[in-house]
């Protein structure tokens, strides 16, 4: 990657020989080299510099190649080291984990079901109107900020990751190796499926599959990620930073 003096370039802490992951914060004029899957973590646009100027959205990714970022807070690369190439090793890397063992006894996850999560990495925050960015209201009234931390995941072929409906934070995910989908249900049923969201690499979901509840909850259809072939997907999850936490911090900086 060629990087401006003013941008800030790390691995994340789930960057394998597999999959090279970095975080660039603060990015002008910033050339990405090689093949690679660019997601934009933050809430506004981050503009593409090439013939046309056009932007990769809020909380939304694609593919560029040797191409110019005029600016952002932050960036995702990932480059997989070989396109198609196998992965099911993955999850043997450091600090990888199986969803049971990473939930114990009282998670109740099925251990049959082979879903393994990569270490999490807290990459910024970001301040915005989740009514807004959920699509629930056409102008940003009430900011909140929130942490945002990332990780993979990894599942073999042929794996329904468990159906679910409860998270306390609002969740996006990249399809990074591997054909999958993200899925939504009417009950905990795999016959009570009503949609199936394809994902290929570079693809992220679009619009949040979630609701804003009350105080700062979320409401969640009942969905799970399923894996057609031997899939890698990230996942950004921001995570509200409780009143308490702001305070404290306001009072720091007084
Ligand atoms: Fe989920």
């Known amino acids: 990657m060629t990087a401006t003096p003013s941008a800030i370039e790390r691995p994340l802490n789930f960057s394998t020989p597999y999959l090279r992951a970095d975080l660039v914060r603060d990015a002008v004029d910033y050339t990405v080299e090689g093949r690679t899957i660019v997601v934009n973590p933050g809430n506004t646009p981050v503009i593409v510099a090439e013939d046309l100027r056009k932007a990769i959205p809020p909380l939304s990714s694609t593919v560029l190649a040797d191409a110019r970022i005029e600016k952002a807070d932050a960036l995702l690369l990932l480059r997989p080291a070989e396109e198609g190439g196998e992965v099911s090793g993955v999850a043997e ?13 009282d998670g109740d996850f099925p251990r049959e079901t082979p879903l393994f999560r990569s270490p999490q990495d807290e990459i910024t925050t970001v301040v915005f109107d989740p009514a807004h960015v959920l699509g629930e209201r056409e102008t940003a ?32 995910h990249t399809q990074v190796h591997g054909l999958g989908r993200m899925q939504r249900f009417r009950n905990h049923d795999q016959a009570s499926l009503y949609q199936d969201v394809l994902m290929s690499p570079g693809y992220t979901t679009q619009d949040p599959f979630c609701a804003t509840g009350p105080q700062c909850t979320y409401h969640y259809p009942f969905h799970q990620y399923k894996a057609d072939t031997d899939c890698i997907w990230l996942a950004i999850e921001y995570h509200p930073v409780p009143r308490a ?9 007084h």
């Open 93 to 105: 890397a450091p600090g990888w984990a199986h969803l049971a063992d990473l939930l114990g006894p």
């Open 245 to 253: 936490v702001r305070l404290a911090r306001s009072q720091e900086n």
């Open 141 to 172: 009234m009430v900011q909140r900020e929130f942490t945002v931390r990332a990780n993979l995941w990894f599942a073999p072929a042929g794996t329904n990751c468990f159906i679910h409906n409860q998270h306390d934070f609002i969740e996006v």
